[in-house]
Structure formats: C-alpha cells, structure tokens
C-alpha cells in the first residue's frame, strides 16, 4: 500500500485528504481512494472518492471503475493500447450507459520524420468501422511535442483522402500561446491552403484564461473577413459565459 503525503483538499477549506493506494505484483496501481484525516472516504470535486482497475494482458485494455462513497460504481473508463503501451482508444460511459463518449480507435503511424502521428476510426458493436459526420471513415492527424494537433486530413475506407461537404480534405493549425490564439487554414486534396465553398479559407479562434473559446473570426486567405449564410452576414461569432 503506498500512503500519499496529506494535500490540501481545496485552498477554501482547511480538510486535507490523502491518496491510499494498492498495486499488484506487476507494480499496476489495482484500487485508489481518497480519504480523509479520519481514514473515511472522501468525495472530491469530481463526484467520486476512488478507482479500482483491471487489466486484460491478453487484450492490451485497462479498466477503471469509478467507487462513490458508498461503494456504488458511478462509471467506467475502458483503454486499450498498442505493443508500445500507447493509448489507442478509449471508452467512457456511466453505470446507465445513458451518457456514453468514444474516443476511436488510434493506430500509430512510426516514423521519425513525422513526429507523433496516428489514424484515428470508431467501429460499431460488431467491429464494423463507423462513417464519421464528415463523410469520412478514418481522419489522419499529426501532433506537435505539446500533443497538440498541428495536421489533420479526412480519409474514406481505403484511407484515400476525401473532402467534406464544403471541400476540405483537412486542416493545417498553428498556436500563439502569447496570443492565445489558434489560426485554422483550410486544405485541399494536395495538402494546400485554399479557400472552401463557403468562401474562407482561415479560421483564427481566440480563448481566454481558462482555455475556452471567446472568439471565431472568418477570412479569405487573402485577408478578407468572410462570411457565409449560416452567419446571417456576420464575420466570426463570440461566446460569453456566465
């Protein structure tokens, strides 16, 4: 059992916890709860005092069941990964399976030059790939050393690049972490930047503190603002929250 040192629960209160953990004979952490000064479980801020795992060596999937304080399960995240520990998918969904979210299945593409870069797909309940709301059935992306998406392109079920309903066949982003900005330009089948059926071919998206999304503007990638009928003559949206 490895005994976490106390940390403060939340800087407005003064309860600590701390984190008891049990692993197997692998190393493998196998159950995980918080618990208060009085060794009684603890609800964080999340809803739920502790996990337990499961691991299938066979099938490359770890499980994690979320415990409440009363030893109900709440939900259930399943991973599976590749011969190199690396997540390829990812499951999640609570005890009703009323509200479920699949991450598709990732295969790896390995190669030096590319950095991180992988295929993504879903499959239904009996393995079959899914088509995704763009049309496509697989998308390819590559990642910068932040995780962050910097390419991603539409591919049909031959992984043969494919455009979306507007012209797309894919994205290239660039970051200004000064800015907090994201510049989206639109590609065609070659990997170029053009504009789209809808006239843009740049989307520049601004965030706030907190990582969410204040600001949408739209342009040619001549530097003119652009719109289009969805926007009912407005060049970008903005979002306030309350």
Not at 35 to 56: M, R, S, T
Not at 167 to 184: A, C, N, P, R, V
Not at 205 to 213: A, F, L
Request: proline share 2%.
């Amino acid at each position: 059992i490895d005994k976490g040192d106390f940390i403060p629960k939340d800087i407005h209160e003064e309860l600590t916890i701390r984190r008891r953990t049990k692993r197997d004979n692998k190393g493998r952490v196998i159950e995980q709860f918080s618990l208060d000064q009085n060794n009684q479980y603890v609800k964080l801020d999340y809803g739920y005092c502790g996990e337990l795992y499961e691991y299938d060596d066979v099938l490359q999937t770890k499980t994690i069941s979320y415990i409440l304080s009363d030893g109900i399960v709440s939900g259930k995240r399943k991973l599976w990964y590749d011969k190199k520990g690396r997540v390829i998918a990812q499951h999640d969904m609570n005890v009703d399976r009323k509200n479920e979210e699949f991450i598709g299945f990732r295969e790896f593409v390995d190669n030096q030059e590319l950095g991180c870069a992988y295929y993504i797909h879903e499959e239904d309940e009996n393995g079959k790939i899914k088509q995704f709301d763009n049309g496509s059935f697989y998308v390819y992306y590559e990642d910068d050393e932040k995780g962050r998406t910097i390419k991603e392109f539409y591919l049909d079920s031959n992984k043969i690049p494919i455009a979306n309903k507007y012209g797309d066949y894919g994205l290239e982003y660039k970051y200004d972490d000064s800015l907090k900005s994201i510049t989206k330009t639109c590609l065609d089948e070659e990997g170029q930047p053009h504009n789209n059926a809808l006239g843009y071919g740049i989307v520049r998206v601004h965030k706030d503190e907190q990582g969410r999304e204040i600001k949408q503007r739209y342009y040619t990638l001549e530097g003119e603002p652009a719109t289009f009928p969805e926007l009912l003559g407005c060049y970008g949206l903005c979002y306030i929250y309350t």
